[in-house]
């Protein structure tokens, strides 16, 4: 049962939206956007978050849009990781989405929601780190177009009343070689002891990882060590290793040991992989 009652509003269009967050936020009544929801209420459940109104984007048809639009491939935040995996327009996207949670919830969780998740895991943010996707931003200042690695900064940075309406992502990245592996202590559905995604573009070795840190990455350190062809393999890997950009976790989940064993044979395999320069789609 959710403890506090709360007002629901979809809006058909940005603008409105957030029109309506400005004006609930003057009221003090801390309105939250609502992607698939599965987040907010099983929060609100445990009394972890509350709030005196949800806004759902999915009214919105913009942030539907799961097209190639031009050059670019355009996701909308209200996608769900069933239309993305079903889709496969964006293969290394699709696997991703694949494996958070399980199928049910995966009809409900969000694009947008997983980005935007206070869960640490967003593994839908890898791909899109690799591909150098741009954020498409609706807020009190207007719509603006960022590159994820200024919006994700260890979680995503947006000001109060701002809401992701979609992702881009150019043509090319869609069918790069590419390689998803997810390692979870033991069942096959459940939150990552180390999830790799990996990219193979102009012969370079790109990766991006969750679980190994407390928040998701691309470390250009640990892919200059991993493409540093002068050194052996096993040198490669244990200073891209050495570069994470933050300690590795030691918990109940795993501990720090194991997940660097994890990650060793990984990053190993991957670049076995992929640092060949013939290398094909793997899956
Ligand atoms: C059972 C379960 C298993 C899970 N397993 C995994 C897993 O294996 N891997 C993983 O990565 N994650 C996992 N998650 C986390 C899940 O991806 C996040 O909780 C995600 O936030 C849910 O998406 P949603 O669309 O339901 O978000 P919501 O509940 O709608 O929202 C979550 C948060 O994001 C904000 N938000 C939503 N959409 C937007 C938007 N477009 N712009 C700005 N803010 C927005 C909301 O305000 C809220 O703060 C799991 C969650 C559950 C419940």
Same mark, same amino acid.
């Given at each position: 049962?959710?403890?506090?009652?709360?007002?629901?509003?979809?809006?058909?269009?940005?603008?409105?939206?957030?029109?309506?967050?400005?004006?609930?936020?003057?009221?003090?009544?801390?309105?939250?956007?609502?992607?698939?929801?599965?987040?907010?209420?099983?929060?609100?459940?445990?009394?972890?978050?509350?709030?005196?109104?949800?806004?759902?984007?999915?009214?919105?048809?913009?942030?539907?849009?799961?097209?190639?639009?031009?050059?670019?491939?355009?996701?909308?935040?209200?996608?769900?990781?069933?239309?993305?995996? #079903?889709?496969?327009?964006?293969? &290394? /996207? @699709?696997? $991703?989405?694949?494996?958070? =949670?399980?199928?049910?919830? !995966?009809?409900?969780?969000?694009?947008?929601?997983?980005?935007?998740?206070?869960?640490?895991?967003? #593994?839908?943010?890898?791909?899109? &780190? /690799? @591909?150098? $996707?741009?954020?498409?931003? =609706?807020?009190?200042?207007? !719509?603006?177009?960022?590159?994820?690695?200024?919006?994700?900064?260890?979680?995503?940075?947006?000001?109060?009343?701002?809401?992701?309406?979609?992702?881009?992502?150019?043509?090319?990245?869609?069918?790069?070689?590419?390689?998803?592996?997810?390692?979870?202590?033991?069942?096959?559905?459940?939150?990552?002891?180390?999830?790799?995604?990996?990219?193979?573009?102009?012969?370079?070795?790109?990766?991006?990882?969750?679980?190994?840190?407390?928040?998701?990455?691309?470390?250009?350190?640990?892919?200059?060590?991993?493409?540093?062809?002068?050194?052996?393999?096993?040198?490669?890997?244990?200073?891209?290793?050495?570069?994470?950009?933050?300690?590795?976790?030691?918990?109940?989940?795993?501990?720090?040991?194991?997940?660097?064993?994890?990650?060793?044979?990984?990053?190993?395999?991957?670049?076995?992989?992929?640092?060949?320069?013939?290398?094909?789609?793997?899956?």
């Amino acid at each position: 049962m959710i403890t506090f009652d709360f007002e629901y509003y979809r809006p058909d269009s940005a603008d409105q939206a957030v029109q309506l967050w400005n004006q609930l936020n003057q009221t003090g009544k801390k309105p939250l956007y609502y992607g698939g929801g599965t987040e907010i209420i099983s929060m609100g459940r445990m009394d972890n978050i509350s709030a005196g109104a949800v806004i759902d984007i999915k009214g919105i048809p913009d942030c539907h849009r799961l097209e190639i639009k031009g050059d670019h491939l355009i996701v909308g935040a209200g996608v769900t990781m069933t239309q993305i995996h #079903e889709s496969n327009i964006f293969p &290394l /996207l @699709a696997l $991703a989405g694949a494996r958070v =949670a399980d199928h049910t919830i !995966q009809n409900k969780i969000t694009l947008g929601g997983n980005l935007c998740s206070t869960i640490i895991y967003r #593994e839908a943010l890898l791909p899109l &780190l /690799l @591909a150098d $996707a741009d954020i498409i931003i =609706a807020g009190p200042g207007g !719509q603006k177009t960022l590159p994820v690695n200024k919006v994700f900064n260890q979680r995503m940075q947006l000001n109060p009343g701002e809401f992701i309406i979609q992702i881009k992502v150019l043509r090319p990245f869609l069918s790069y070689p590419h390689i998803h592996v997810k390692r979870t202590r033991q069942d096959k559905i459940t939150y990552p002891l180390v999830t790799i995604c990996a990219m193979q573009v102009d012969q370079q070795v790109r990766v991006a990882c969750s679980g190994v840190c407390d928040f998701p990455f691309r470390s250009e350190p640990m892919e200059k060590e991993l493409n540093n062809s002068s050194l052996p393999l096993e040198k490669r890997v244990d200073n891209a290793i050495n570069a994470t950009p933050a300690a590795i976790p030691d918990n109940f989940e795993g501990s720090a040991a194991y997940r660097r064993f994890i990650l060793k044979n990984l990053l190993t395999s991957i670049v076995n992989e992929l640092g060949d320069k013939d290398a094909s789609i793997v899956e």
